[in-house]
């Protein structure tokens, strides 16, 4: 390709700039070959010539197309070269945030001086297993190749950091360390990764310090080989350390510090276990004040060595051993305070005996004060022939001092490196190792000197060793693709190593200067420049004699001589050491030892010293210089790396001022020449550095192609035509296997062609466009101009016609004026002419009006006066007639009352009076003469009963005289009178009892009314709050719709508490069936550990008649009460019967106390039984007087308890006819009848309840009465044979007392009976007011209400009429659902009840047919039940204990979901249920335990052996949940009953509770779901990257870019079918093929929808951190295939009825970054809709999309910085987590709903092929 068609117009160049190192430009005019300048023009539009000539300035770099701008890749970039590298690193970094680049296999990262929230765990998943170029470039994902061609190739591996100080090399490698320990965690509880990673701040604390370019620089080199396993667990470690900088310890520049570890430590001083170290603060110490700033902005040294100290402990290292350190530490400050003062003559020093730093040094190490202090200031000097000692120079002495405490610092560095090594040591074998290299980069300052010398040499390896692997990869790439292979020439520093390193080499004259005695830095400058003055590589200034300069691979690096022997001597007197091995520290002493002499200790155990120090011979160590030990330790470093597979991490430090995220171009490119990122450029330009495969190529240049050319199916000879017409040049491009390889500006040629295509295409689009856009345009105007003239002459001639009407109209305007005018006129005048005579008629009139006003006038005043004299007159007469009168009738009146006196002296007056009277005496008379024939007849009934007693009485005397004549002495009369004292005792008790009870019952009534009382005065006060909160709950109505947000935010924020609590709770059970598992890991032969749980066992062999039982037994008087409750429900009705069941209630409970009251007097008959038995063999005596009396007694309180039971009955009736008169005359109140007629029979049906009782107390009277005469008739038999005094008596005797007996044990029964009917009416009569009340205070309220309604609205009226009505429909609703409750549960008792009497009765006759028979059979017993209960099948299976085995092996252990698919689903569930109902069934508790542990181990162990299986994992959790609802829907609790068939409440379980069970079994199930979702999670996740984000779904939607080295990673597996031949159909047919599953084994839906909702969550969560880290799926066309492949997941919700399961939202985050990569992204109106669009995805993630965003098409334009940071502003009120990646290991909490089962188990059958024949259907 010729210049003439390169250097065209508009073509982009880059020229040199003295400020940004290369600068834009583009051409303005065609550059034709030959010309001296070239014409351009400035991004800022100036014109500028640039000369162009042949040898001197060449032509300048062509720029690559936008397209390629911002790729991940540098050698995807068309043209390779220094301007373009620059500027791509330039517009990442600052444009996109993003710090780290590929530069083929090298890894750049730029150090962004902030901290980014990408190296978090969720990070560390999302790159683990991804192919290197799949992702956005990342420490991470070299770590991940390098890990995977670790287990790959079996092959070491090593990570290679480099780069200046500052540039962030121990940071990249602490987080390469970090993904190595997440990724290979220990298999064991060794945690060596966390040892790994704890020995970061222990290094950093003792290796790194502030520099002017860096807070935290490492000042030494390490490197680290991480050990793993076969199965590439992490199991060691080892670190291997390259030249600290020792000098730091004495000496730092203006503006630097020491090593962090001297400023922790003094920061720490005052805590207690260190102040015997005796430090202060660090300005105070001359080794720590010396840079003048102690400090660090934002570190606390405190905290740092409180991390430190704990990362000691972690590493195994003791309290006592890090006292030690820390003492060395400290003695070190004390040496550098100690002050040496200069004697007068100058040769000698010596040092105060008083030196407090000097004392704290020796107490620290240990050592002796005196001759510490001797030798720091002398020498001594061997001869051959003897030895002297020498004074020393004050500043020889301060150098010796400074040496030492160099010396003894590096030996600490060591011995701490030695340690941390030990404890990563593992007894393991190691299989391979990763190893992570994290040394200096190349440095050149303005004053360098031994250290850079040094640095500068190690970057030379390495950067051959760099050159030889890169140049070994691109000679595999081409011979894998069979292209041929030319020898590319690369940069060889070999003769600048040489330079330094071989014979008579640089480091061998300092080395040979260094042995000789008063060799010097000038010297050994001189003989440098004799013997390297003709090397390529060395250079002697110009101006300097102490100097030379070396020319590296990166530049040229002037090395001041000074100093440079005295740093590779490293010179420490043998004085000071010894004193130093004679500590009395064994750690001290340790340090300076020997190797063998330490290793002899350490085997001896025993330190054994010298009585005094005697003559030693030279330690050779001490005489190897520092050169040869780097030399040597570089050589073994190289030899590591040669050996293992290298990966290059190249960090860039972008400025010197520690900004966040500024570039500097000048620094950055000299950095990049220094790392080697431009050899890399420069060996892949050499050859065919762009490569594109045949499908990319031929998807991105087919518009080049003609329409004959596309119908070929060889895509492969479709590229290889195309570019044979292209590019005529056949050496620009090679056909690979797989890839074309292009020559450097070939594809960005391509571009062009391709832009000049599209352009012309657009040309002659915009043309053709144009054209017709213009004849349009002409068609408007044409028409509009014939409109306008038409318009025009109508407009001209509608005018002159509106000129004539205008005219005609004023004429007849002027006649109407002109004839108004004189009208006006005239009217004028004539009303002048009225006006005047009106006045003057007037005047006349008003005249003679007040001449007739005053005749009128004058008449009425005579007139008043005349009538004034003539009522004067008239009174005066009246007055004189009326005086007359009074006297007269006052006359009149005297004489009448004395006529009236004399007639009341008169007897007939008083006749008159006292007929009345006569009527009501009569009325009274007959009342007496009715009440004394009352009075009589009683008299008579108490004399007969009297006579009667008396008769008894005396014929029981006689029967006593008798007795006691016939036996002479007394002895029964003794015994009958002593029986008869103490039946009146217990008489006389029992009434005391019977008085007591009543004294309670009153307490009792008396608490209860008040209690009654106080309930309702509650109940009204809740009545009114009622009234009040439903007035409030109306109101808020009316503004629940504003107030809905915030009613619905904290609904949706306790939803997630309790999901948190939920999630918290699953997340507990999974780490302990983590912790199980691991248990079962580590102790294979071992069983699984079993859960014994307590269940709570109902007792069941209590009697039925025992009321206080724990057991839920109903009594015999509750049965009563149920079926009367039930009977009256029949009868009313259930509406009726919910009107009053408070009074229902109490009427239920007088009855239990009957039956109370019934069970005492049971009580008190069997007592009297066994009284009789005692004394049946005696003989009777006949009652005595006392006897008598007391019957008597008893007759009369019987007689009175009748009487009071008649009042009682007769108020009862009053009170009856006084509410029924109430009812009449409240006719107009249907809800009092109703009430009262309600109570009336509930009345009648206690009154029938409690006739019933009665019959039931006569019944069992009479029936214990025939009983003990039968005993007596027995008794009496077996008495016949007795010899006795007299046959007849004894029997009259017994019958006397059988009568008294009989007469007591009724008189007490009646007592009871009359008692209780006492007690009954008066609840009756409290109840019935208590009625009466209630009707009276519903009868107010109604008439309140009604009164309230009379003055509403009607549209009020009809709304309150209806809350009212729904008030009180809703109150019957709830009583009657009450009472519906209540019945079913006393059904439930009853027939509990029943089942326990049965039980019972067959008991009974298993034990009655065992004692007739003379062997007991068990077995026979059980057939015999079995073969009653066979002809009703209950549900119940049963098995033998010996069984237990098989059936689990049956139906877990040997169960395949396929063997049940055609049967019932989950009916292994069903079967064990019904094994552990027969088991209650039983009562066998050891069988129920053994049963449900054995079945929750059988499943664990089936889970844990087919953990990878997702058909067993469903099918186990399908019966699981089953199994837990079936013991739930048959508990017998309430709650799980609301669903059940009668027949399903048949099979509730009777004896136990296992609720223990169901919360292990509710466990169980979480297990089993979080295995569920992990299998699938692992099932799909390799699918969902492809088929989410890679896939066509819409075909030919996606462009293709160029692809750089790597996309053609090592570790991709192109031949194999990969990951990117998943499409969205096949991760579809997997999620139906899981939810089809799962619907076979009958998973509950709600279970099933939270799987799917788990997956969808896993999907989203994989997809979008993908996106996030993928710069090449971010465009619009990966927009729109990630849209159209969320929408076919939600119609695949939709289809399966899936949708309300919440599945779609949790893809809400993925779809809006669609939507998002869709909008427009340029206005502010466009900030705002992606503002309020992208509600779920935080800032980060929303900034790090618009960042990565890549237009596929130059014709797609970029999302500009201002853009964004408008974004940012907009957004940065939201309160969004820091984390950029959604975490993938998040589980939402589930929840298992209660779901019944509508199967019976009596119709469940079981299929043969289980065999399971030894189950027995009962």
């Known amino acids: 390709m010729s210049v003439n068609e390169l250097y065209t117009k508009y073509t982009r160049v880059w020229i040199p700039d003295p400020d940004d190192v290369w600068k834009a430009a583009e051409i303005t005019r065609d550059y034709k070959e030959g010309e001296a300048a070239l014409h351009l023009k400035l991004e800022d539009e100036t014109p500028l010539e640039y000369p162009v000539g042949p040898k001197s300035n060449p032509l300048p770099f062509l720029r690559n197309p936008d397209i390629l701008v911002g790729e991940n890749d540098l050698t995807a970039l068309s043209y390779l070269h220094e301007p373009a590298v620059l500027h791509n690193l330039r517009v990442r970094f600052l444009e996109s945030n993003h710090i780290y680049t590929y530069c083929g296999i090298v890894l750049v990262a730029i150090n962004p001086y902030e901290q980014l929230q990408i190296y978090g765990e969720e990070v560390i998943n999302a790159y683990t297993g991804q192919n290197m170029g799949d992702m956005d470039p990342h420490i991470f994902a070299v770590a991940e190749e390098a890990y995977k061609q670790m287990a790959r190739d079996e092959r070491n591996q090593s990570i290679i950091v480099s780069g200046e100080s500052g540039a962030g090399k121990t940071v990249s490698a602490k987080y390469a360390m970090r993904f190595f320990a997440t990724v290979g965690g220990s298999a064991n509880d060794t945690n060596v990764e966390e040892k790994v990673l704890a020995s970061s701040p222990i290094m950093e604390a003792i290796g790194n310090a502030k520099t002017t370019r860096n807070d935290n620089s490492s000042r030494f080199g390490k490197y680290i080989q991480i ?200 007894s393991s074998k190691q299989h391979s190792f990763i190893g992570v290299l994290d040394i200096y980069g190349f440095e050149t300052f303005e004053v360098n000197s031994f250290e850079q010398f040094c640095i500068n040499y190690a970057n030379e390896k390495l950067q051959q060793q760099f050159n030889s692997h890169v140049f070994k990869l691109e000679q595999e790439e081409y011979m894998k693709e069979q292209i041929p292979w030319t020898l590319i020439d690369f940069y060889d520093n070999q003769p600048c190593i040489d330079l330094i390193e071989a014979r008579l080499g640089i480091l061998d004259l300092l080395d040979e200067e260094c042995k000789v005695p008063k060799g010097t830095d000038q010297n050994w400058a001189q003989k440098l420049y004799k013997q390297h003055s003709s090397s390529a590589h060395f250079q002697k200034p110009r101006m300097s004699n102490v100097s030379f300069i070396i020319i590296h691979f990166a530049d040229k690096v002037e090395y001041q001589c000074e100093g440079f022997l005295e740093k590779n001597r490293d010179t420490v007197y043998e004085e000071q050491i010894n004193i130093l091995k004679a500590s009395q520290f064994q750690l001290v002493a340790d340090l300076f030892h020997d190797k063998n002499d330490v290793s002899s200790s350490k085997s001896s ?61 000048r620094r950055a490119v000299q950095q990049l020449r220094a790392c080697g990122v431009l050899e890399t450029i420069r060996i892949s330009a050499a050859g065919y550095p762009s490569r594109w495969t045949y499908p990319d190529f031929f998807s991105r240049y087919r518009v080049l192609l003609k329409k004959s050319d596309m119908m070929s199916a060889d895509k492969k000879l479709v590229c290889k035509n195309l570019l044979e017409t292209l590019i005529k040049e056949p050496d620009m491009y090679q056909f690979g296997k797989t890839k074309i390889f292009f020559r450097a500006g070939q594809v960005a040629y391509l571009e062009k062609i391709r832009a000049d295509k599209f352009r012309s295409a657009c040309i002659k689009i915009q043309k053709t466009v144009r054209g017709w856009l213009q004849r349009v345009r002409y068609r408007k105007i044409r028409k509009s101009a014939i409109t306008l003239q038409r318009y025009g002459r109508g407009y001209l001639a509608r005018r002159y016609a509106e000129f004539l009407r205008l005219s005609r109209a004023a004429l007849i305007c002027q006649k109407q004026y002109r004839m108004v005018r004189d009208r006006r006129a005239f009217l004028r005048v004539r009303q002048a002419v009225v006006t005047i005579q009106a006045y003057t008629r007037g005047m006349f009139t008003r005249r003679i009006y007040w001449e007739f006003l005053m005749h009128h006038k004058a008449m009425i005043i005579q007139k008043s006066v005349r009538g004034w ?114 039946l009146r005792e217990e008489l006389q008790e029992a009434s005391a009892h019977n008085k007591k009870l009543e004294e309670e019952h009153s307490t009792e009534k008396q608490e209860l009314q008040q209690r009654v009382e106080e309930l309702q005065r509650e109940n009204t006060l809740l009545k009114t709050e009622k009234e009040e909160m439903n007035q409030i709950i109306i109101q808020l109505s009316k503004s629940s719709e504003a107030d809905g947000g915030s009613v619905s935010q904290k609904e949706v924020t306790l939803q997630k508490e309790m999901d948190q609590e939920r999630q918290r709770y699953q997340n507990l059970l999974k780490e302990f069936s983590r912790l199980e598992q691991r248990y079962d890991n580590l102790k294979e032969e071992v069983s699984l550990n079993k859960f014994h749980p307590g269940h709570r066992r109902n007792p069941s062999n209590q009697s039925s008649l025992e009321s206080d039982s724990n057991y839920p037994s109903i009594s015999t008087s509750e049965v009563g009460d149920t079926e009367d409750s039930i009977q009256l429900v029949e009868e009313m009705g259930v509406e009726k019967a919910a009107m009053d069941i408070s009074l229902f209630m109490k009427l239920q409970k007088r009855v239990r106390e009957l039956e109370t009251e019934r069970k005492r007097l049971q009580a008190s008959v069997d007592k009297m039984e066994e009284l009789a038995k005692r004394k049946g063999s005696e003989s009777r005596s006949p009652t005595s007087e006392m006897e008598t009396a007391d019957l008597a007694y008893d007759s009369l309180k019987r007689q009175e308890l009748e009487t009071e039971n008649k009042k009682l009955k007769n108020d009862l009736n009053e009170l009856r006819k006084t509410i029924s008169e109430r009812a009449s005359q409240n006719n107009s109140s249907n809800e009092l009848q109703d009430g009262y007629n309600l109570l009336l029979s509930q009345l009648k049906a206690a009154n029938e309840e409690l006739d019933a009782r009665k019959e039931e107390v006569l019944i069992l009277r009479t029936q214990i009465v025939s009983t003990a005469e039968q005993r007596e008739k027995n008794n009496h038999i077996e008495s016949e044979n007795v010899p006795e005094l007299n046959s007849k008596e004894p029997v009259d005797k017994e019958e006397a007392v059988k009568a008294y007996h009989g007469l007591t044990e009724s008189k007490k029964l009646l007592e009871a009976q009359l008692q209780t009917q006492s007690r009954q009416h008066k609840d009756e009569l409290e109840a019935l007011h208590t009625q009466i009340e209630l009707l009276r205070n519903d009868i107010e309220k109604k008439q309140e209400i009604l009164n309230y309604m009379s003055s509403l609205s009607p549209e009020a009226k009809v709304e309150y009429s209806v809350q009212q009505e729904i008030t009180r429909l809703t109150n019957d609703n709830l009583d009657l659902k009450e009472l519906v409750e209540k019945l079913e549960k006393n059904e439930r008792k009853l027939k509990k009840q029943l089942r326990i009497y049965m039980k019972k009765v067959q008991e009974l006759e298993a034990s009655m047919a065992a004692a007739q028979s003379s062997r007991s059979k068990p077995e026979l017993s059980r057939q015999v039940t079995v073969q009653r209960k066979e002809k009703d099948f209950e549900g119940m299976l049963e098995y033998n204990k010996e069984d237990e085995a098989l059936l689990l092996k049956a139906l877990i252990t040997d169960m395949r979901p396929s063997t049940v698919s055609a049967t019932v689903p989950c009916l292994p569930a069903y079967v064990l249920f019904m094994c552990i109902r027969h088991a209650d069934y039983i009562n066998d508790d050891q069988k129920v335990e053994a049963l449900l542990t054995s079945t929750i181990n059988s499943i664990k162990k089936v889970l844990k052996k087919n953990n990878e299986d997702f058909d067993t994992a469903s099918f186990w959790l399908a019966n699981t949940s089953r199994l837990l609802h079936c013991l739930k829907q048959y508990s017998g609790d309430e709650a799980f009953m609301t669903q059940n068939t ?47 984000l890679e896939s066509e779904s819409i075909p030919s939607l996606a462009g293709v870019k160029p692809m750089g080295y790597r996309n053609r990673s090592s570790s991709m597996d192109t031949d194999a079918g990969g990951p990117s031949s998943y499409t969205l159909e096949a991760l579809i047919r997997q999620l139906g093929q899981f939810h089809g599953i799962m619907r076979d084994h009958g998973l509950d839906p709600e279970i099933a929808g939270q799987v799917v909702r788990q997956l969808f969550h896993c999907i989203n969560a994989i997809s979008l951190n993908n996106l996030l880290l993928r710069k090449d799926v971010c465009s619009w066309s990966t927009g729109m295939q990630l849209r159209y492949n969320t929408s076919q997941m939600e119609e695949w919700l939709r289809a399966n009825n899936l949708y309300q399961s919440n599945a779609a939202a949790t893809l809400e985050p993925i779809i809006q970054a669609a939507q998002l990569l869709q909008v427009k992204k340029k206005t502010t109106q466009d900030a705002e809709a992606i503002c309020s669009l992208c509600t779920s995805l935080t800032t980060q993630q929303i900034v790090k999309i618009l960042n990565l965003y890549t237009p596929l098409n130059e014709f797609e334009e970029r999302v500009t910085v201002s853009f964004i940071r408008t974004i940012q502003n907009s957004l940065q009120d939201r309160n969004d987590p820091p984390q950029l990646l959604l975490d993938t290991k998040q589980t939402f909490p589930v929840l298992f709903p209660y779901t019944p089962s509508a199967l019976s188990l009596e119709t469940l059958h079981i299929p043969a092929s289980l065999g399971l024949d030894f189950l027995v259907r009962v």
């Open 1542 to 1588: 009668s027949k399903q409440n048949e099979h509730c379980l009777k004896n136990f509770d296992l609720a223990e069970y169901r919360q292990v079994l509710s466990d169980l199930s979480i297990q089993i779901y979080q295995q569920l979702i992990k299998v699938a999670e692992g099932i799909i996740q390799p699918m969902i990257v492809s088929a989410m």
């Open 869 to 982: 004299l003539q009522r004067k007159k008239f009174r005066r007469a009246r007055a004189a007639a009326i005086i007359i009168q009074c006297a007269y009738r006052r006359r009149l009146a005297k004489r009448r009352l004395q006529q009236l006196k004399i007639e009341a002296r008169s007897a007939q007056h008083l006749k008159k009076l006292n007929t009345g009277m006569e009527n009501k005496i009569v009325q009274l008379q007959r009342k007496m003469d009715d009440q004394s024939k009352e009075l009589k007849s009683q008299n008579e009934q108490l004399q007969q009963v009297n006579s009667t007693l008396g008769s008894e009485v005396n014929k029981l005397q006689k029967q006593l005289e008798q007795a006691r004549g016939q036996q002479g002495g007394g002895g029964q009369l003794t015994s009958l009178q002593e029986e008869l004292e103490r």
């Open 227 to 426: 050990g793993f396993s076969r199965r590439y667990h992490i199991i060691g470690a080892n670190m291997r350390t390259y030249l600290l900088e020792k000098s730091r310890v004495v000496f730092q520049a203006e503006d630097e510090r020491n090593y962090h570890i001297f400023y922790q430590l003094c920061a720490s001083a005052s805590l207690p276990e260190f102040r015997e170290l005796g430090l202060t603060s660090a300005e105070e110490f001359t080794f720590t004040s010396l840079g003048e700033n102690i400090f660090i902005e934002g570190v606390n040294d405190a905290d740092d060595f409180i991390k430190t100290r704990e990362a000691f402990t972690l590493l195994g290292i003791k309290e006592s051993s890090q006292s030690s350190i820390f003492k060395v530490i400290a003695s070190i400050l004390h040496l550098g305070n100690i002050e040496i003062c200069s004697e007068r003559d100058g040769e000698s020093c010596h040092i105060s005996r008083d030196d407090v730093h000097l004392q704290h040094f020796c107490r620290l190490l240990g050592v002796e004060q005196q001759q510490m202090e001797h030798w720091l200031c002398h020498r001594k000097l061997a001869t051959a022939s003897e030895t002297y000692v020498k004074n020393m120079s004050s500043k020889q002495a301060s150098n010796a001092r400074d040496a030492l405490a160099k010396h003894i610092y590096a030996h600490m560095f060591d011995w701490i490196v030695e340690h941390i090594n030990m404890s990563l040591q593992t």
């Open 605 to 665: 155990r025993v330190n054994v010293r010298a009585a005094k120090s005697t003559p030693k011979a030279p330690n050779r160590e001490h005489r190897k210089t520092v050169g040869h030990q780097f030399r040597s330790s570089l050589h073994l470093l190289m030899e590591t790396l040669n050996a293992t597979t290298p990966h290059y991490v190249r960090c860039i430090k972008p400025n010197d001022d520690k900004e966040a995220f500024s570039f500097d171009s």
